[in-house]
């Protein structure tokens, strides 16, 4: 029987993300909630965004598709109407799913399509080099926006919520165990769930 802790199947690899970057605790969260399942590598298929969050497809022992920038979502429902048995789940970052791929988003919720979207919420498309993301707060600078964003953030949970996704979680990448717990119950959700997990940029948005 897998255990929780007993993850080293899913990678022999390490990402290429600057060190302290919380996409290393939901890269782990994101092990322990599949161990934890029992699921294998050929178990489920992993659909990945575009940015810092997206390279973890290369160090995902999976089924994995690295899609388009912002269309990650799309790719998944695809997947899930092909195998209907299968577990599907997206990673993408913030700029990716309520920037390039809210459209993408709006209709996922509407349609309550069974997958899991895991999102890397730190308001910065950090692969880029700091640019602001949908998610960044009034007035937030960045290489897009020197003199300050003059636009509001997006509210991640009340779009969710209101446009009918019907599984809705916010972790913090500093909580591990309840960032794999979130994730496990998301996946266990028949429907459309979705995880926004706030992470540190330590580059461009501490």
């Known amino acids: 029987m897998t255990t929780?802790?007993?993850?080293?199947?899913?990678?022999?690899?390490?990402?290429?993300?600057?060190?302290?970057?919380?996409?290393?605790?939901?890269?782990?969260?994101?092990?322990?909630?599949?161990?934890?399942?029992?699921?294998?590598?050929?178990?489920?298929?992993?659909?990945?965004?575009?940015?810092c969050s997206g390279n973890m497809n290369d160090f995902l022992h999976?089924?994995?598709?690295?899609?388009?920038?912002?269309?990650?979502?799309?790719?998944?429902?695809?997947?899930?109407?092909?195998?209907?048995?299968?577990?599907?789940?997206?990673?993408?970052?913030?700029?990716?799913?309520?920037?390039?791929?809210?459209?993408?988003l709006l209709h996922a919720c509407r349609g309550n399509h069974d997958i899991t979207l895991i999102i890397h919420d730190n308001s910065v498309y950090g692969l880029t080099t700091g640019q602001v993301a949908p998610t960044a707060l009034h007035n937030a600078k960045g290489k897009s926006t020197p003199q300050g964003m003059i636009e509001q953030p997006i509210s991640p949970l009340n779009l969710l919520i209101t446009q009918g996704a019907t599984f809705v979680a916010q972790s913090f990448a500093g909580n591990l165990?309840?960032?794999?717990?979130?994730?496990?119950?998301?996946?266990?959700?028949?429907?459309?769930?979705?995880?926004?997990?706030?992470?540190?940029?330590?580059?461009?948005n501490r």
């Open 4 to 51: 929780i802790h007993n993850h080293k199947k899913w990678s022999d690899r390490t990402p290429t993300w600057c060190p302290g970057c919380g996409d290393w605790a939901i890269h782990t969260g994101l092990q322990r909630a599949l161990a934890a399942q029992d699921l294998q590598p050929p178990d489920l298929i992993a659909v990945f965004g575009v940015g």
């Open 62 to 104: 999976a089924y994995a598709i690295h899609s388009l920038h912002g269309r990650s979502i799309p790719t998944a429902i695809g997947a899930k109407l092909a195998n209907h048995d299968m577990p599907v789940i997206v990673i993408a970052g913030d700029g990716d799913t309520y920037g390039e791929g809210g459209n993408h």
């Open 177 to 204: 165990d309840h960032v794999s717990l979130m994730i496990q119950q998301a996946m266990q959700h028949t429907g459309f769930s979705v995880v926004n997990i706030l992470q540190p940029c330590v580059s461009f």
